[in-house]
């Protein structure tokens, strides 16, 4: 038998080749992986050099509340409760009223003085006001629009003004909202609800735009929990405007106990959802005995139809991120 002497140098080339051609797919494949699940996700923050955003986080998480804003929302809570609650018990067990007659009874509690003291201020779209409270540090902040209806004009504007803002909209009509939002923020074509599947939602076509006419449409539907704590992995949003033509009455009762938001704006569409008048009248009268929420700007855009607009008073961070005086 023959042995020939085996050529290193070959042998090195050879064995060099086979890896190559057997790994280089996986890590092609690898090297893909990770580019699409940071572009879904967003790039860590080490990577990004964002270490010092996620330090400001734990120190606000850990930071207490200034004894001075206790004592405002503790003067909030009790000056509006005694304006809003005797209003909002003539309703009680009359849902169809209290959403008809809600805002010419109820906003006159918007003028109470002491909201002055929260500094809310104003962003407009082409067609309607969202409001908001500004940040006093300098932590990430999150807003999640739920209903994006063709306008971003609004979270262009608080881009602008405080631009360490993540963004993330739903909307089931794809198209001008994905190429709008997707400007500033991560669009997602689809409705929200309280169950998965094809809901029938009143929608805005991309044909419709000028005319602004809705039309009912089946739709894919997200449950509103999945969509904030599976997708996004979020347990507190700074912001959530919402404006889903009667969608909301599906998840109202979770934005009790198992969301943390620590303002959001929402309009109340009873008009073309009537059962929801029942699920807007129950949803208030626990927003009242919780005292975790005020409510303010209740401005009408049509019968049985409203905007609102909702302050966290009572959760720790969010105060201290809100109020506290750094």
């Excluded at 890590?27 to 990004?48: C, D, K, N, Q, S």
């Excluded at 001008?176 to 094809?198: E, L, T, V």
Aim: proline letters at 4%.
């Amino acid at each position: 038998m023959r042995y020939d002497k085996l050529d290193h140098q070959n042998s090195g080339t050879f064995f060099a080749k086979s890896a190559l051609k057997r790994y280089l797919p996986l890590a092609i494949l690898t090297v893909l992986g990770v580019t699409l699940y940071w572009l879904y996700t967003g790039v860590p923050e080490g990577i990004r050099g964002g270490s010092r955003a996620s330090r400001r986080s734990e120190n606000l998480s850990s930071t207490g509340v200034q004894q001075d804003v206790t004592n405002l929302m503790e003067s909030v809570k009790k000056q509006f409760s005694d304006c809003i609650t005797p209003i909002v018990n003539q309703w009680k067990g009359r849902a169809k009223e209290m959403n008809i007659e809600w805002v010419s009874k109820a906003a006159i509690c918007d003028k109470l003085p002491i909201f002055e003291d929260l500094k809310v201020i104003p962003f407009n779209n082409q067609h309607e006001t969202k409001w908001a409270v500004l940040p006093k540090c300098k932590e990430e902040n999150i807003l999640v629009t739920l209903g994006v209806g063709h306008d971003t004009t609004a979270e262009e504007r608080l881009n602008r003004t405080i631009p360490n803002t993540k963004f993330y909209g739903a909307d089931p009509i794809i198209e001008p909202n994905r190429q709008m939002y997707s400007a500033f923020g991560k669009f997602f074509p689809f409705a929200i609800g309280k169950q998965p599947g094809f809901t029938k939602f009143r929608v805005l076509p991309n044909q419709n735009q000028k005319t602004r006419k809705y039309i009912y449409q089946d739709v894919t539907t997200i449950p509103f929990l999945y969509f904030l704590h599976d997708i996004l992995k979020l347990q507190k949003i700074d912001f959530a405007w919402i404006d889903i033509e009667g969608g909301e009455f599906e998840f109202l009762d979770q934005i009790h106990h198992e969301v943390k938001f620590c303002q959001f704006n929402l309009e109340v569409h009873s008009r073309f959802a009537p059962a929801g008048a029942q699920v807007f009248h129950d949803f208030i009268f626990k927003v009242l005995e919780q005292q975790k929420y005020v409510f303010l700007q209740s401005i009408n855009t049509g019968t049985g139809v409203h905007r609102m607009f909702f302050l966290n008073v009572e959760d720790r961070e969010c105060l201290a991120k809100y109020f506290n005086n750094y």
